[in-house]
């Protein structure tokens, strides 16, 4: 049987937007498929187990703080899974902490595991409502990504780094170059939320079909009813684009 | 012009409010008069003969309010914002309206509360619960906790705190004032056998630490202490002990207090609303009622308006419940699904302002628990497809799911199937469904209901 594993990095410290959501669709849709769907926590102290896809949520200022040393253990053996093929999602703070540093307003600095060349600097304002954003996974053929975002902090990708899309409707990364998130092979980053994966089916099975290369296994999805999903995709759309 | 004139001038919009029917006069005339007078929920309460009383928590503000009324009612006369029109303009409105009111009971926005309450000086403060609500409108839930804590430094010695000791949040605001009354749950038959996923405040707000629970009631409330700093709950003097639930008609409990203790039947079925019943028992005893009063108000108490509101809808009765974050959600799952029988039902999310433009919460809410138990379901309000696709991946069959935007259509189609249901509505939705079902003779304006 084919299978998949997905690594969970914090999930009672970092769940703020409903990251459920996220781990609950790629379970479903591999559920619906007949492909084996592991689903491992990792919590502080725990050694980085092996895993097809690590996924890495939001939480609040505090309880990011309680995590933020722990997760420094794991930057190294994460570049090694990437390197080995392992795919990444990370959402909101989770996003911020795959780059070198957040920078507060008092110049306090919370390091990343510095795995993508970005930054993170404390806006003044906090950018919040529906986005929607054309996103080119691989170089394919464009898709709509859409959902919340709400986030203080401002990012900055570096020298070549690229953005998982651009922006449509809503504030991106730092609501000044049109950018949105971060993809970097098959790690990607986003401050797209609601949550993110059940309204966007095809970066779901983007996902699935990257963790099932990863294990040389057949990789061409069925194709599932996705008529809710692109029905509230569409709602979605047209509320971002008011 | 003399605050009197302003008052006057803030009234007469009051009418027009009402003969309009927009809302009835629970927001604007206390807006007019404070953009009029910038200090006039502080000159409207010191004319209160009894002071005012505030309740505030994010769930269960209208219902403990409205429990707290149904005690203290008569022999006192209140002014109340029972509708739910509970920012600054709100409060001030229904003490526009309640001129001849003894007491000024009032249920604040929990974002809301440093500043109103600060105004008010009230002579009891009802600290609830705090869970996680609307992240774009309130942010995060310590912003929340630092406002409360920094109002109960700021609040005179007059003001009595009335607090949830089950919630470690709330346990760490005003520890220190003297008269400060703790409620609580004492009864560990009642716990859940395991922390529920969308728990907050995991972790000691002194030392970060997770907490031990001896018991876990409904969220993150229950009787915690940290291994590692040694904080615990404080010990509460307002207690439930043998609670039994009697379906979804009815729940009953041992209130222990320190005036003593007494057997309570409350009409309303739910673990949350033997919080919210503790919270009003403490309030009311604090405000001078005494403990047989105390438990005929909690008996004759009838449900708030959307808050287990049971409407006769002519083919069948329906109950309808607001739900509005993860917590309170979950709440009303397991309320719901202690009847383990096939339920129709209705599911309302929008997503206006008042609701939370974010929709993501409903993937915090425990629907997998009810979706084996919904025998049809009708996704309606602006983010009807989103629902349906919630309940898709909580394990509803798609053939169960029907997805009608419109609330006319929904309820026209609940109608045609007869029998009973559950309509689950978030906040505009649910005034949205009380609108068509208002329009349909079926139910009160809920500011008349409320009144």
């Known amino acids: 049987m084919t299978r998949i594993t997905v690594g969970h990095l914090y999930p009672e410290h970092l769940n703020i937007y409903a990251d459920r959501g996220n781990i609950a669709a790629l379970e479903r849709r591999c559920a619906w498929r007949g492909i084996d769907f592991q689903w491992i926590a990792i919590g502080p102290g725990d050694l980085l187990p092996d895993a097809d896809l690590y996924y890495l949520g939001g939480g609040q200022d505090r309880d990011q703080l309680l995590i933020a040393d722990d997760i420094a253990r794991h930057a190294e053996p994460l570049r090694a899974a990437v390197d080995d093929g392992a795919g990444v999602l990370a959402v909101c703070g989770g996003y911020q902490l795959l780059g070198h540093y957040y920078r507060g307003h008092q110049g306090d600095e919370m390091r990343g595991i510095g795995l993508v060349d970005l930054v993170t600097e404390a806006g003044s304002r906090r950018m919040i409502g529906n986005i929607m954003l054309d996103s080119r996974l691989d170089g394919a053929a464009p898709q709509r990504l859409v959902g919340f975002e709400n986030h203080a902090g401002r990012t900055f990708l570096g020298e070549g780094v690229q953005p998982l899309g651009q922006v449509v409707h809503g504030h991106g990364n730092n609501g000044e170059d049109g950018g949105e998130g971060v993809q970097q092979g098959s790690v990607i980053g986003t401050y797209v939320h609601g949550p993110l994966l059940p309204k966007n089916p095809g970066l779901s099975d983007w996902l699935i079909g990257r963790a099932l290369e990863r294990r040389g296994q057949d990789q061409q999805l069925a194709p599932l009813d996705d008529g809710l999903e692109l029905e509230a995709q569409r709602v979605a759309a047209a509320i971002a684009a008011r | 012009m003399l605050f009197e004139a302003k008052v006057g001038l803030a009234r007469a919009t009051a009418v027009t409010s009402r003969t309009t029917g927009r809302g009835g006069g629970t927001t604007l005339p206390g807006r007019l008069l404070l953009r009029l007078q910038a200090d006039a929920l502080q000159r409207l309460a010191e004319r209160l003969p009894k002071g005012a009383a ?285 009847d383990e029988a096939p339920k129709r039902m209705l599911i309302a999310l929008n997503d206006r302002i008042a609701d939370g433009r974010d929709v993501s919460w409903i993937w915090d809410v425990d629907f997998e628990r009810l979706a084996p138990q919904i025998g049809s379901v009708i996704c309606c309000g602006t983010r009807a497809a989103e629902m349906a696709m919630r309940l898709k991946y909580a394990g509803v069959a798609l053939d169960r799911i029907e997805v009608r935007t419109d609330m006319d259509e929904a309820l026209d189609r609940l109608a045609a199937a007869g029998g009973s249901s559950y309509l689950l509505a978030t906040y505009t939705a649910m005034l949205d469904l009380r609108g068509r079902l208002e329009q349909r003779g079926l139910v009160l304006p809920f500011w008349q209901e409320a009144a």
């Open chain 2, 54 to 338: 505030v309740v505030s928590a994010t769930n269960g503000k209208t219902t403990t309010a409205k429990m707290a009324a149904s005690i203290l009612s008569p022999p006192l006369r209140l002014c109340r914002n029972a509708a739910g029109a509970n920012l600054a303009s709100g409060v001030a409105s229904a003490m526009l309206r309640g001129e001849d009111a003894d007491l000024g009971l009032f249920e604040v926005d929990e974002a809301a509360l440093p500043a109103v309450a600060e105004a008010l000086a009230p002579r009891a403060l009802v600290l609830g619960n705090l869970f996680r609500d609307q992240l774009d409108r309130y942010g995060e839930l310590e912003l929340i906790a630092a406002g409360w804590r920094d109002l109960a430094a700021k609040l005179g010695p007059a003001t009595a705190l009335v607090s949830n000791a089950d919630d470690p949040l709330v346990a760490s605001i005003g520890r220190d004032r003297e008269r400060h009354t703790w409620f609580g749950l004492d009864d560990p038959a009642a716990a859940l056998s395991e922390m529920q996923h969308a728990s907050d405040s995991k972790w000691c707000v002194r030392c970060g630490a997770r907490y031990a629970y001896t018991a876990v009631y409904l969220g993150h409330l229950g009787d915690w202490r940290c291994p590692s700093c040694g904080d615990a709950r404080p010990r509460p003097s307002v207690t439930a002990r043998e609670i039994q639930i009697d379906g979804l008609d009815a729940v009953g409990f041992r209130l222990c207090t320190p005036a003593g203790d007494v057997a309570v039947r409350l009409p309303l079925p739910g673990v949350y609303n033997v919080y919210n019943a503790l919270a009003a028992a403490a309030l009311a005893l604090e405000l001078g009622a005494g403990l047989e009063q105390v438990r005929a108000g909690l008996e004759r108490f009838s449900a708030a308006f959307g808050r287990f509101e049971r409407i006769d809808l002519g083919s069948g009765e329906a109950v309808l419940l607001l739900v509005k974050n993860p917590a309170g959600g979950n709440e009303v799952i397991r309320t719901l699904a202690a």
